[in-house]
């Protein structure tokens, strides 16, 4: 069974513009959380989606929103992006429902953002 | 609020010898608690897990063991080698059936095994 996927791997952006980050979650899992890695704040959670539906968000400004689609594949934006956004974005689906493990998390390789 | 401390923050050991890294968590309604392993360039890998009804978990070299009284739990590798040689991040979670997914992460361990 596939991992989890995100894309792009790379991305090299200037502040101001905006950046729209991909991730195709293990085949038959439904929900999707996004995290934030910076060697200064750690790895920080952004936002959890399941079945289109936004379940919880992380202590972060508004430009940065998410959404989910209808075959579980998830996407993050980040608007007006700054340089302090500059940080590896993870991607990590799960089962959800009421079976055991079903909210164990499995995480991508992530999407490196550098913010010139 | 939801904290979850971590030490030590670097680990220099021998191969062959053991290693423990060892957290702490804030929120007494966190009944889940992961471990995962990041090499460089890589995401996190879940290398091993444990629930608050469970004291002790093994796979072969790999342990975790949590004191639910306490708000402790620790990883313990044993004969370590030098692809152990990685960050490990502990995490909790309130997780469970239904439950959110979220993760408080640990601040993460440097483990460094000496050939």
């Known amino acids: 069974k596939a991992g989890v996927t995100q894309t792009p791997r790379y991305l090299i952006k200037t502040r101001g513009q905006q950046v729209t980050l991909s991730c195709s979650p293990i085949?038959?899992?439904?929900?999707v959380s996004w995290y934030q890695q910076t060697p200064g704040q750690g790895l920080q959670f952004l936002f959890e989606y399941f079945s289109e539906t936004q379940r919880n968000k992380g202590n972060f400004p508004g430009r940065f929103s998410g959404r989910q689609f209808s075959n579980s594949r998830s996407e993050m934006n980040v608007s007006t992006l700054e340089l302090g956004d500059s940080a590896l974005y993870l991607c990590?689906?799960?089962?959800?429902?009421?079976?055991?493990?079903?909210?164990?998390?499995?995480f991508g390789p992530g999407t490196r953002l550098t913010v010139l | 609020g939801e904290n979850v401390e971590q030490h030590p923050s670097t680990l220099s050991v021998q191969e062959g010898d053991s290693a423990v890294i060892k957290c702490t968590y804030s929120?007494?309604?966190?009944?889940?608690f992961p471990w995962y392993k990041q090499e460089l360039g890589k995401g996190p890998q879940l290398i091993i897990d444990?629930?608050?009804?469970?004291g002790e978990k093994k796979d072969q070299r790999i342990a975790v063991t949590l004191n639910k009284t306490a708000k402790h739990f620790s990883l313990h590798i044993t004969e370590t080698q030098p692809e152990d040689s990685a960050v490990y991040f502990c995490?909790?979670?309130?997780?469970?059936?239904?439950?959110?997914?979220?993760?408080?992460f640990g601040t993460g361990t440097l483990l460094a095994v000496q050939p």
């Open positions: 929120d007494s309604a966190s009944n889940y």
């Open positions: 995490a909790a979670s309130k997780g469970g059936s239904g439950a959110t997914t979220k993760l408080i």
């Open positions: 990590a689906s799960s089962l959800y429902g009421r079976t055991a493990g079903a909210d164990t998390q499995y």
């Open positions: 085949s038959g899992h439904r929900s």
């Open positions: 444990i629930r608050s009804n469970v």
